[in-house]
Nanobody, 122 residues
Framework: QVQLVESGGGLVQAGDSLRLSCAASGRTLGNYNVAWFRQAPGKEREFVAAITASLSNTYYQNSVKGRFTISTDNAKNTVYLQMNSLKPEDTAIYYC???????????????WGRGTQVTVSS
C-alpha cells in the first residue's frame, strides 16, 4: 500500500502563494490517481484538484481554476499543488488522496494523508 505525507501548509496573507507537497512511499505514485481535498471548519470535505495516473489528465474545482495547479514529479514520487492568489475562503486542512482506480471528485479514494493546514488571512 502507499503512504502519503502532506507538507507545505502555513499562514499566509490574501494574494500570496503556497506550494503543497504530497510525498508517497511504499508504491510508485505515478500508478495512482491522486487528488487534493480540503476541509474547512464546520464544512464537509470537498474536492480541490486531481491528476490521473494515465495521461496525467487534470481536474479542478471551479473556485480554484486558474489559481491552483496540480502536478507530478515522478522522480521524487511526489504530487504538488501550487496555489496562487490565495483567498481567505481557501483556508482549510488540505488532504492528499490516492487510488489505483477511483478518480476524481469522489472522496472514496483508498489512501489518505493526515493533512496540512492552510490559513489565509485577509
Amino acid at each position: 500500500q502507499v503512504q502519503l505525507v502532506e507538507s507545505g501548509g502555513g499562514l499566509v496573507q490574501a494574494g500570496d502563494s503556497l506550494r503543497l507537497s504530497c510525498a508517497a512511499s511504499g508504491r510508485t505514485l505515478g500508478n495512482y490517481n491522486v487528488a487534493w481535498f480540503r476541509q474547512a471548519p464546520g464544512k464537509e470535505r470537498e474536492f480541490v484538484a486531481a491528476i490521473t495516473a494515465s495521461l496525467s489528465n487534470t481536474y479542478y474545482q471551479n473556485s480554484v481554476k486558474g489559481r491552483f495547479t496540480i502536478s507530478t514529479d515522478n522522480a521524487k514520487n511526489t504530487v504538488y499543488l501550487q496555489m496562487n492568489s490565495l483567498k481567505p475562503e481557501d483556508t482549510a486542512i488540505y488532504y492528499c488522496a490516492a487510488d489505483p482506480r477511483i478518480c476524481c471528485v469522489s472522496p472514496d479514494f483508498g489512501y489518505w494523508g493526515r493533512g496540512t493546514q492552510v490559513t489565509v488571512s485577509s
